[in-house]
């Protein structure tokens, strides 16, 4: 399998391009700002010829290019339901402040073919089977991207970094969510399971169960209920 990636101009958000080998189709993950020019150059190196751009959520520093990209090739966008009004609208997944900064600057068209994403669904897409994970508390339709490997990939998005895990102060998120979706879906990951996020580094579950304060606090909190 092929993967690689780059920082966005803006914000640092990661784009992620992941195929089955050089010369093959490929699956293009949150093409944020300013990330045509090198994306084209990462394609172009690998021979890869994109059939699908995966969200892993709505925010607009991951969807920002998903027109252009889907749009020149006519491919579709995948997102959960959850998020899908911020591609039509990205002010709905931001702070006022935010709103403010962006103010129309900013020229945003959706893409014209977007495919619904599912919990617990596989895609089987490029040759690789891709399994979607709901997991909210960054956004209601925040998902993980999980495919097999010799090592299991994991693209966490704006849910889990190397030492950290998403805001939950924006519009849509919710704290309680979010340690659920932590302790439900981050957590069962196996150690070796290699983390690619939206963000930063990439980092490894093994590592973020032993030293990420989020995920050690969830291990440490006894389980109530049944």
Do not use: W
């Amino acid at each position: 399998m092929l993967v690689t990636g780059f920082p966005a101009e803006a914000f640092g958000t990661n784009c992620y391009v992941v195929a089955a080998g050089p010369g093959e189709q490929c699956l293009i993950v949150d093409p944020g700002i300013g990330v045509l020019d090198q994306l084209d150059e990462v394609l172009a190196e690998h021979r890869l010829h994109p059939a699908a751009v995966l969200l892993t959520h709505g925010h607009l520093d991951h969807t920002f290019s998903v027109a252009p990209v889907c749009g020149a090739r006519g491919i579709p966008a995948y997102v959960h339901p959850a998020d899908r009004e911020m591609l039509a609208d990205p002010s709905k997944g931001l702070s006022a402040d935010l709103s403010s900064l962006f103010g129309g600057r900013l020229q945003y068209t959706e893409p014209s073919d977007v495919a619904e994403l599912t919990d617990g669904a596989v895609l089987n897409l490029v040759g690789l089977e891709v399994t979607v994970d709901h997991a909210p508390g960054h956004t209601g339709g925040s998902v993980l991207f999980r495919l097999p490997d010799e090592s299991p990939l994991c693209l966490s998005g704006d849910v889990l970094f190397a030492g950290s895990i998403g805001r939950t102060d924006l519009p849509g998120g919710n704290t309680a969510t979010m340690m659920t979706s932590l302790r439900e879906k981050i957590l069962p990951l196996a150690d070796e399971t290699v983390v690619l996020p939206g963000h930063g580094p990439a980092t490894t579950i093994g590592r973020e169960r032993a030293t990420n304060p989020y995920l050690r606090e969830l291990i440490a909190a006894p389980r109530r209920g049944l």
